[in-house]
């Protein structure tokens, strides 16, 4: 079956950087549309970059300039680089698929957990 699988969470200290992965397999990678979610404690879950098939990009406006979604089709993954990482940017990140071919096609990865603190 379709598999989302996030890797590169974890806990880092204000100001600092992490890089998330997501890895897909077993769908056409190169039709669907990339993004990354999260999830605070306490909070709905919030749409935080998406790439189209094309390498179109955008971001939650608390977000832009600090974090940076990129796609390599080779590899069927998407990255989701983070800087300048705050402790309101703790939560937990999820990758999603959506088609952009089939209406209501879409796929989510398990989440990973990152934590901003001193």
């Known amino acids: 079956q379709v598999q989302l699988v996030e890797s590169g969470g974890g806990l880092v200290q204000p100001g600092g950087s992490l890089r998330l992965s997501c890895a897909a397999s077993r769908i056409l990678f190169n039709n669907y549309a990339m993004a990354w979610y999260r999830r605070a404690p306490g909070k709905e879950r919030e749409l935080v970059a998406v790439i189209s098939s094309g390498g179109s990009t955008a971001y939650t406006d608390v977000v832009k300039g600090r974090f940076t979604i990129s796609r390599d089709n080779a590899k069927n993954t998407v990255y989701l680089q983070m800087n300048s990482l705050k402790s309101e940017d703790t939560a937990v990140y999820s990758c999603?698929?959506?088609?952009?071919?089939?209406?209501?096609?879409?796929?989510w990865g398990q989440g990973t957990q990152v934590t901003v603190s001193s």
């Open positions: 999603n698929a959506k088609s952009e071919i089939i209406t209501g096609q879409d796929y």
